[in-house]
């Protein structure tokens, strides 16, 4: 893991950067700054509403740019309960694929050679993990709780993750994870309660699995560094 600590700490800054001009900005404006992002979050909102077109690609795009996915997924069962859930749940599922390819290859490409060259001056560089710990730690990045997806794309693409296996790892999770939050919000909405809870029952699995998943890995990562520590001796 220690090795992923350059990387992680990196884009743990960059969403920090963002989140403090966020906070910069109302810390000034002040109450006049809240009310115009509340009024332009309502006009964007009913926007996507009227536009599903344009709402999906929304989910494909604005994590990117750090912006929270959980209110897009919202309007996305909102959408479906009136134009149809699982159509919501297809679209969605097309969404964050689309979502989770291009960000790799951007983190891959030219945020690849950003990170190189801010660490020129460091005695860090950016790791190349083996293939064993490759994999355990992109499904435990995967299903830890709180931690955005988006995070976990820029992480995995700046380590260069073979391609196939960082989208045959991330795609069943992020799938599901969407229909999910589809499912629940729209029968929410619509008050239709058995896709309600659907959706609550898959999301309720998926943190059982994250639970089991983090705490094998890191048993695991503690009985690996015993070893090397035990080797050294």
């Given at each position: 893991m220690k090795?992923?600590?350059?990387?992680?700490?990196?884009?743990?800054?960059?969403?920090?950067?963002?989140?403090l001009s966020y906070w910069l900005t109302i810390?000034?404006?002040?109450?006049?700054?809240?009310?115009?992002?509340?009024?332009?979050w309502a006009g964007f909102r009913e926007f996507l509403l009227a536009n599903g077109f344009w709402l999906f690609v929304a989910i494909a795009v604005l994590p990117a740019f750090i912006c929270p996915v959980a209110p897009l997924?919202?309007?996305?069962?909102?959408?479906?309960g009136q134009q149809g859930v699982w159509l919501a749940c297809g679209y969605s599922a097309l969404a964050v694929i689309m979502n989770l390819s291009?960000?790799?290859?951007?983190?891959?490409?030219?945020g690849r050679k950003l990170i190189e060259w801010l660490l020129t001056r460091t005695k860090y560089e950016v790791p190349q993990p083996d293939k064993d710990n490759e994999l355990a730690w992109a499904l435990i990045m995967r299903f830890t709780p709180g931690v955005p997806f988006i995070f976990t794309n820029y992480a995995l693409g700046l380590i260069r993750m073979p391609f196939w296996r960082y989208f045959l790892v991330s795609s069943p999770v992020l799938v599901v994870t969407a229909g999910g939050y589809v499912l629940a919000f729209?029968?929410?909405?619509?008050?239709?309660?058995?896709?309600?809870?659907?959706?609550?029952?898959?999301?309720?699995?998926l943190a059982v699995a994250a639970r089991m998943v983090t705490s094998k890995g890191t048993k695991a990562d503690s009985v690996q560094e015993e070893g090397v520590v035990e080797t050294d001796a």
């Open positions: 090795k992923f600590l350059p990387v992680l700490a990196l884009v743990a800054c960059a969403f920090g950067f963002l989140f810390q000034l404006e002040g109450e006049e700054a809240r009310r115009w992002m509340a009024e332009a997924l919202t309007l996305a069962g909102l959408w479906g291009w960000t790799y290859w951007l983190a891959a490409g030219p729209a029968g929410i909405f619509s008050g239709d309660w058995a896709y309600a809870w659907m959706g609550i029952s898959v999301i309720v699995a």
